[in-house]
C-alpha cells in the first residue's frame, strides 16, 4: 500500500493550493482517508478526512469553510483543497488511510502513511 502526498509548496497568505493524495496498492475502493499535519515544535493534528464508502467528509474546526477533502475515483486520489491560506497553516502534511474506520480525525485509526509535503504560507 502507498499513499503519495503531492503539491505542496509556497503561498502568499490568502492564497490557494491543492494537495493530492494518490494511493495505490490498496484492494478496495471502500478506503477512508485522513488528512494531518505537522509544524514545527508543534504536535501533529488532524485536518479532514474523506470516508469513501458514504462520501462524508469532516473538518477541524481551525480550517472550517476553507479547505476541503474531496476524492476522483478515477483517478484514486483524494484531494485536499486549501483556500485563504494563513501563515498558521504552515506544516508538513500528510495524507493517511485505512478501511472500514469511516471519516475520523483521530490519527491512530489509520494504517497507511504516506510521506509529508511541505506547504509554507508566507505573511
Known amino acids: 500500500v502507498q499513499l503519495q502526498a503531492s503539491g505542496g509548496g509556497l503561498v502568499e497568505s490568502g492564497g490557494s493550493l491543492r494537495l493530492s493524495c494518490a494511493v495505490s496498492?490498496?484492494?478496495?475502493?471502500?478506503?477512508?482517508i485522513g488528512w494531518f499535519r505537522q509544524a514545527p515544535g508543534k504536535e501533529r493534528e488532524a485536518v479532514g478526512c474523506?470516508?469513501?464508502?458514504?462520501?462524508?467528509?469532516k473538518d477541524q474546526d481551525s480550517v472550517k469553510g476553507r479547505f476541503t477533502v474531496s476524492k476522483d475515483n478515477v483517478e484514486n486520489t483524494v484531494y485536499l483543497q486549501m483556500n485563504s491560506l494563513k501563515p498558521d497553516d504552515t506544516a508538513v502534511y500528510y495524507c493517511?488511510?485505512?478501511?472500514?474506520?469511516?471519516?475520523?480525525?483521530?490519527?491512530?485509526?489509520?494504517?497507511?502513511w504516506g510521506q509529508g509535503t511541505q506547504v509554507t504560507v508566507s505573511s
Open positions: 493517511a488511510g485505512a478501511y472500514g474506520i469511516g471519516c475520523t480525525l483521530y490519527a491512530p485509526m489509520y494504517d497507511y
Open positions: 496498492g490498496l484492494t478496495s475502493d471502500y478506503y477512508d
Open positions: 474523506f470516508s469513501s464508502m458514504d462520501g462524508s467528509t
